[in-house]
């Protein structure tokens, strides 16, 4: 359910699970996680290109999926130390420890857990059509996969807080005007061969040394946040108010369906 391709010193990864919009199963975490950790190891790597295949970057997490199998919660948000990055985050932040440029390729649908994956990226390549969304709230939960730490050198706080708390998607402009799109375009494919192109004729050394100055520059208390996004995952998934909003969420999900299946 995830792709890796090398082609030309650049590597390729696509989220595939295109029949459910990309969204995130548990086997998606793990194999990401993976991967991640294959492109480290390669020294020929240039590059990465995030996107997701068919028409959607990504819905975001399949919750029902995910939930009906408690033990994949505890090992999502599992972790040794309270600021590690358990497996939700290093899908997101894992992008960033990379010292390679890493470039979200967006269309359609971007989604929640789809949504903190792009923000991980150092750039977001997105069409004028797409639609953004930070959604756990609309499942009564909180963005928890290490996207509060690259959000606050994105966005102002309140556009930061009112994205997350309504959870519903804004269009590719607003997305633009509020920081989170870094080219927005009717071409992805075109200004992600250029905006590649730029960054193959750079330095390798000097890419990297621009990115990890930058990443010090923009993150604060990384190691706090992260076990505050944790902390606060938990206990929501043990609240009451959590399992009546997932319910809620889902009917309203069985509706969309249902009426796209007419259209």
Not at 228 to 240: A, D, F, G, V, Y
């Amino acid at each position: 359910m995830i792709k890796l391709e090398i082609k030309q010193h650049v590597a390729w990864v696509y989220l595939a699970r295109p029949e459910k919009q990309n969204a995130l199963s548990f086997d998606m975490f793990v194999e990401l996680s993976r991967v991640i950790k294959k492109i480290k190891r390669d020294p020929r790597l240039r590059a990465v290109v995030i996107s997701g295949e068919g028409e959607h970057f990504c819905s975001g997490l399949d919750v029902a999926a995910v939930m009906k199998k408690p033990s994949n919660i505890m090992k999502l948000l599992f972790k040794w130390l309270p600021g590690n990055q358990n497996l939700a985050q290093k899908v997101v932040l894992g992008w960033q420890d990379l010292s390679i440029p890493v470039i979200a390729k967006i269309s359609g649908h971007c989604f929640g857990g789809g949504m903190q994956i792009a923000l991980g990226a150092d750039y977001r390549i997105v069409d004028k059509h797409a639609k953004l969304a930070i959604m756990e709230a609309r499942w009564g939960l909180c963005p928890d996969m290490g996207a509060n730490v690259v959000l606050a050198g994105l966005m102002k706080r309140d556009q930061a807080l009112w994205l997350a708390s309504h959870a519903g998607p804004v269009s590719a402009e607003d997305a633009k005007d509020y920081g989170l799109v870094t080219q927005l375009t009717d071409d992805v494919d075109k200004h992600t061969a250029a905006m590649l192109e730029t960054l193959m004729a750079r330095s390798p050394d000097t890419l990297a040394a621009i990115k990890r100055l930058t990443q010090q520059s923009y993150r604060s208390q990384q190691r706090k946040i992260l076990a505050k996004e944790t902390w606060s995952q938990i206990r929501l998934l043990m609240n009451p108010n959590t399992k009546k909003a997932i319910a809620k969420a889902k009917g309203a999900d069985d509706i969309e369906f249902n009426n796209a299946k007419s259209w």
